[in-house]
């Protein structure tokens, strides 16, 4: 995710890209309604994230291209209130500029440029304490059990960058359970606030190192629950209309019927 002009004119960027709200409302309408079409639930575990007052980073695994719409759907529920940014190709941005108005930000993949314009973007994104950012560390699609995949270094720069700032891991996984549909499921981890000293003291590695210890942490007990099919550990946030549809819902209805019995959509119980 990123995009950016070139050099010559990366000058002009504005400080951090004007948020349409109209286009904010309407495209979350959408990717929620997207979500629901194409997943039998939004599953929660654990609880509810915390509330910073400073600045708020929201880093995940990348586990699959339904991604950004599950987090469309996650920031309006909880962070409704921050002013929310991610960056994104420079390639894809050009090709579809009207993500500019939902918050998103160039940078281009593959160039010592592309990560000074990552810095610099987000640096001014985090200088407002209503702000969040929203990224994704490890640079690519990875497998949600594939551990060898560790976070690039880039976030943790950051940190030297901004006077304070929670940064919240997120651990996201899809899965298939009793329903034609999957799961989308989510955890949020242990916050970590981090100060531009404490940043500067750790280092770029040591503070990798810790973003991927809490994040593999809110992975690890998702998976837990995912294996299990735990509905109790899983509080369900959105779900679709269920039923497998078509002849074979009449049949099952008119069944339920002359049996006398309350018809269950569902095909099996979580």
């Not at 995710?1 to 010559?8: D, F, G, L, T, W």
């Amino acid at each position: 995710m990123n995009e950016m002009k070139p050099a010559a004119s990366h000058a002009t960027e504005p400080s951090e890209p004007r948020i349409s709200p109209l286009w904010l409302r309407w495209f979350t309408f959408y990717g929620e309604r997207y979500v629901r079409k194409h997943f039998h639930a939004l599953r929660l575990c654990q609880s509810a994230p915390p509330v910073p007052s400073n600045p708020l980073v929201v880093y995940l695994n990348h586990a699959s291209w339904w991604d950004p719409m599950v987090c469309l759907a996650l920031r309006r529920r909880f962070f409704a209130h921050r002013a929310s940014y991610a960056p994104i190709d420079a390639v894809a941005l050009r090709r579809y500029p009207f993500f500019r108005k939902l918050g998103f930000f160039p940078v281009e993949q593959q160039a010592h440029r592309g990560t000074v314009a990552f810095l610099e973007g987000a640096s001014r994104v985090l200088a407002r304490s209503d702000s969040m950012l929203w990224l994704t560390p490890q640079g690519r699609f990875a497998d949600v059990r594939d551990t060898s995949v560790g976070l690039r270094t880039g976030m943790a720069h950051l940190a030297t960058r901004v006077n304070v700032a929670t940064y919240l891991p997120l651990a996201l996984e899809y899965a298939f359970w009793e329903e034609r549909m999957p799961e989308a499921c989510i955890n949020f981890g242990e916050p970590i606030v981090v100060t531009r000293e404490q940043a500067a003291k750790t280092g770029a590695r040591g503070l990798t190192v810790l973003f991927e210890e809490k994040l593999r942490a809110a992975q690890q007990q998702l998976a837990a629950a995912v294996i299990r099919r735990d509905a109790s550990q899983l509080r369900v946030l959105d779900r679709q209309r269920v039923g497998v549809g078509g002849v074979y819902d009449v049949w099952r209805r008119f069944r339920s019927l002359m049996r006398q019995e309350s018809f269950r959509p569902e095909h099996g119980t979580k």
